[in-house]
C-alpha cells in the first residue's frame, strides 16, 4: 500500500484545515487506517483512525470534538477534518495503515506509511 498525505499548511489558532491521503496499491477494504503526529523533539503520537470497512472512528483524547476522520471508499481517500485549531497541534501529519482489525494507538502497529504533511499553527 502506497499512502501519499496532503493539505497541510499555515493556520491561525482558532483556524481549519482538511488533510487528505490517498491510497494507492493493494487493497486497503480489510485495513485499519489512522492518522499519527509528530512535533519537533516529541514522539509520534495517535491522531485519529478509522476501520475502513465499517467506517468505525476513534481518536485521542486531545483531539476528539475538535478533529474528524473520515473515508470515501470509491476513491480510496481519507480525510482528517481539523477544526478549531490550537497552537499544540503544530506537527507533522502522518496517514497510515495496517493490515490487521482493531485500532490502535502504537505506531509500531502500523505497517505502511505516508510521507508527512506539516501543520503550523500560529498564535
Known amino acids: 500500500v502506497q499512502l501519499q498525505a496532503s493539505g497541510g499548511g499555515l493556520v491561525q489558532t482558532g483556524g481549519s484545515l482538511r488533510l487528505s491521503c490517498a491510497a494507492s496499491?493493494?487493497?486497503?477494504?480489510?485495513?485499519?487506517m489512522g492518522w499519527f503526529r509528530q512535533a519537533p523533539g516529541k514522539e509520534r503520537e495517535f491522531v485519529a483512525a478509522?476501520?475502513?470497512?465499517?467506517?468505525?472512528?476513534s481518536y485521542a483524547q486531545s483531539v476528539k470534538g475538535r478533529f474528524t476522520i473520515s473515508r470515501d471508499n470509491a476513491k480510496n481517500m481519507m480525510f482528517l477534518q481539523m477544526n478549531m485549531l490550537k497552537p499544540e497541534d503544530t506537527a507533522v501529519y502522518y496517514c497510515?495503515?495496517?493490515?490487521?482489525?482493531?485500532?490502535?494507538?502504537?505506531?509500531?502497529?502500523?505497517?505502511?506509511w505516508g510521507q508527512g504533511t506539516l501543520v503550523t499553527v500560529s498564535s
Open positions: 478509522i476501520t475502513w470497512s465499517s467506517g468505525v472512528t
Open positions: 497510515a495503515a495496517k493490515n490487521a482489525l482493531g485500532h490502535s494507538r502504537l505506531p509500531t502497529d502500523y505497517d505502511y
Open positions: 496499491g493493494r487493497s486497503i477494504s480489510n485495513a485499519v
